[in-house]
């Protein structure tokens, strides 16, 4: 299937590239999109390898054309994908099975992540479309945990794109973009970029689910911006001391929020040293706030013992054993 004259005789697009003539580069675009999965895959790479090859003045001719509103709306027609969440959902019965084959841009996020950055940069295709299984491919972008890719299309959406659900799938719980990239560090500071200028209750966005996640990679910064923004994370943990023990779990360095959540009167539980992989300094850090020891929970013989188990004779100095100051001894 060709090109409508029509188009062409709009753009009077003259393109000759040495063998690689103005034939060629059309004969590709009809591959790219009235072919199928495979041939139309084949047919991007050819565009972007010698589209990567070509002067200036040539890349100038091939961006009017692949930048035009004809190329997307080939791409949404053709590739089968949809332009927003509201779209997807009207279009709910005529979703695939995610057994069936992929369209172009949803491999791209898999396969090919230059490919992939190729049409969105040339506007062949948006970061907040949703492709023919109903999922947005920021989705598709989240589950291979492509962070480059992610924060490539985030910084071309706009922040209200991720407010919107991430898919239409049942087994995601309408959850939307900025909820998901709560599970993970890199992608929610890169998403909080974008919406911590903007004037939306957090407390509706960002539910106990994703303030549970918050907590396992919250910096003091995080903590007091959130705060700032309504979201108490030491109100969270202070509900639920267990997450005490996922913040000591999943957190690079836990201690600057340890300390901000003590700011908040905000206090370790009595397992605390226990749950620990490095108690010792687990307990220097109770000893330089001040925490009174023996600590609730941890008698003097506890202490004794978990000082001997340690190893630390400069901490087993600062413990009070019967009221006094206990120097270090050959016992310790």
């Given at each position: 299937m060709e090109v409508t004259n029509q188009f062409i005789n709009e753009k009077k697009l003259q393109i000759v590239n040495g063998a690689r003539s103005y034939g060629w580069f059309m004969s590709q675009i009809d591959c790219l999109f009235w072919s199928d999965t495979l041939k139309s895959k084949q047919a991007l790479h050819h565009i972007l390898r010698y589209y990567e090859q070509a002067d200036p003045d040539l890349r100038f001719e091939w961006d009017n054309f692949l930048q035009s509103d004809w190329t997307r709306r080939s791409a949404l027609a053709h590739w089968k994908?949809?332009?927003?969440?509201?779209?997807?959902?009207?279009?709910?019965?005529?979703?695939?099975?995610?057994?069936?084959?992929?369209?172009?841009?949803?491999?791209?996020?898999?396969?090919s992540p230059d490919s992939f950055h190729f049409l969105i940069r040339q506007g062949i295709i948006r970061p907040c479309y949703y492709n023919s299984f109903g999922h947005?491919?920021?989705?598709?972008?989240?589950?291979k945990r492509a962070i480059e890719?992610?924060?490539y299309m985030i910084s071309t959406m706009s922040p209200m794109d991720l407010l919107a659900p991430a898919s239409v799938a049942e087994m995601w719980d309408g959850r939307s973009i900025i909820q998901l990239a709560a599970t993970n560090s890199v992608v929610f500071g890169i998403c909080w970029?974008?919406?911590d200028q903007m004037l939306?209750?957090?407390?509706?966005?960002?539910?106990?689910?994703?303030?549970?996640?918050i907590c396992r990679f919250a910096s003091m910064g995080l903590a007091s911006?959130?705060?700032q923004r309504g979201i108490d994370l030491a109100d969270a943990v202070k509900k639920d001391s267990s997450l005490w023990l996922e913040i000591i779990m999943y957190h690079v360095d836990p201690t600057s929020f340890f300390d901000w959540l003590f700011t908040k009167n905000c206090l370790p539980p009595q397992d605390f040293l226990l749950c620990h992989p490095d108690?010792?300094?687990?307990l220097v850090w109770l000893l330089a706030n001040n925490f009174p020891l023996p600590y609730p929970g941890h008698g003097q013989a506890f202490l004794r013992q978990f000082a001997i188990r340690c190893g630390s004779l400069e901490v087993a100095h600062w413990l009070s054993f019967d009221?006094?100051?206990?120097?270090?001894?050959?016992e310790l």
């Open positions: 994908l949809f332009s927003d969440f509201d779209q997807t959902v009207e279009s709910q019965d005529c979703l695939q099975s995610e057994h069936e084959h992929p369209d172009v841009a949803s491999c791209c996020v898999y396969e947005s491919l920021f989705l598709l972008a989240f589950q890719t992610i924060n970029e974008k919406i939306l209750d957090l407390g509706e966005i960002l539910q106990e689910r994703e303030i549970r996640e911006r959130l705060y108690p010792d300094s687990a009221g006094a100051m206990t120097e270090p001894t050959s």
